[in-house]
């Protein structure tokens, strides 16, 4: 069975300024696939980043990174230049090869950027 | 915009009734899954369709079915409804099987049941 731990259910950050959102993975798999969503209040889940588990380099997205590190199973969000449309719920989530159709989903980190 | 659409927004039903919910995948996408978040199960997966044939099972209450139609468009249908059963519901879709797919969701059905 896999698992996803979220331990920070809330974070505040300023305008600007970088912000770590911490994700931690279970799962006995060798192959997976480590994904970050971002649902703000209005609801909608909006994909951010994923990562594989044979990639060598951490993923990029625009201001989204994703700092993997596979022997402590972390899989950490990296915003940086926070904006105030940041402020929302995101989610970590993995899927495993041996059943590539079910999403894990953590708890959710709930981020608010102040100005 | 993901291109997901569910229909209806927003569902209000009494227990014991029964209620369908619909989406339509991305345009070629021939994989439809169904997750549920509610406040106190988080956000959980119930079944995923491909082409038309169920592929993995998550959650799913027996009480709960789905199917994907030659159009490709999903139904998710609730019965028995208890009041727990009130939560998110989001369909989302994806090119195929693989792990590596985005999974793009739709807006989502907020189902309240009274």
């Known amino acids: 069975a896999q698992k996803i731990t979220q331990t920070q259910p809330g974070m505040f950050v300023q305008e600007k300024e970088a912000v770590t959102l911490d994700c931690t993975y279970d799962t006995s798999d060798q192959s997976y696939g480590l994904f970050w969503y971002k649902q703000p209040s209005s609801g909608e889940m909006i994909f951010l980043i994923y990562q594989g588990s044979y990639d060598e380099q951490n993923a990029t997205e625009g201001r989204y990174s994703l700092n993997f590190q596979k022997a402590r199973k972390s899989a950490n969000l990296v915003i940086s230049a926070s904006q105030l449309g940041d402020s929302a719920m995101y989610f970590c989530?993995?899927?495993?090869?041996?059943?590539?159709?079910?999403?894990?989903f953590g708890d959710g980190t709930t981020l608010t950027v102040k100005p | 915009d993901s291109g997901v659409t569910q229909t209806p927004k927003h569902l209000i039903t009494a227990t014991g009734q029964r209620v369908t919910l619909r989406c339509s995948p991305r345009s070629g996408d021939l994989s439809v899954y169904w997750y549920q978040q509610s406040l106190d199960q988080g956000l959980q997966f119930l079944i995923q369709y491909y082409n038309g044939e169920e592929r993995a099972k998550g959650n799913i209450l027996e009480r709960f079915s789905a199917q994907q139609f030659p159009d490709l468009h999903s139904e998710l249908n609730l019965s028995s409804l208890e009041l727990g059963d009130s939560a998110l519901y989001f369909c989302a879709s994806s090119a195929g099987l693989a792990r590596t797919d985005t999974q793009y969701f739709g807006p989502g059905t907020r189902l309240t049941v009274l």
């Open positions: 989530a993995m899927r495993v090869n041996t059943n590539a159709g079910k999403s894990t």
